[in-house]
C-alpha cells in the first residue's frame, strides 16, 4: 500500500468521480489503496461543499469490497456483527470516529454539524461497510475488524 497523500490528486477526483456518477461533493483524501494504486478507502471533510454535514468520515470505495460485504450484511453479518463485539468497545469505537470527525469541523462553522459515530449512527451497528472503511483507515474498530475476518481478501 502506498502513503497516505494530503489531498485528493486531480486522478483520485477522477476515480471518484467515475465510481459515484458524479463529481464528488466534499473535499476528501485518498486514506487506502488496493495493489494496483486504486481507492479503498477515503475520508471525507466533515462538512459537504454547500456545508451540509457529512457524517460518514472514512467510506469504503473500492467496487470489490463494497459487493462482498453487501453480500455479508445481506446474509444477517449486521446483526451477526453486533452480538460478536462487546457492546462498550462498540460504543468506544463510535466515540472516537466521532471525535476524530468532530474536530475536523472548521472552528468558525456555525451551521449544522455531523452527529453520531461509525456509519452515522451512535449506538449498535449500522453499516459494514462504514465499519470495515473506518478499520482499514486504521481506526480501532471491532466490528470493522470482525468484517475483515469474514472477508478472506481483506487485510
Sequence with gaps: MSPVSERASDDDVAA???LLGRA????????RRDGQEQPQVIRNAPLLD??????TRYWLVDR???RAVSALEAGGGVRRAEHAVEADALAAAHARYAGERDRAVPPDHTGPRPHGGVGGTARGV???HAHLAYHLAGGDDPVGRWVARHLPDVR
Design 50 to 55: 454547500d456545508g451540509t454535514p457529512m457524517p
Design 64 to 66: 470489490h469490497l463494497v
Design 16 to 18: 471518484m468521480t467515475e
Design 126 to 128: 449500522k453499516c459494514l
Design 24 to 31: 464528488p461533493q466534499a473535499d476528501f483524501v485518498v486514506v
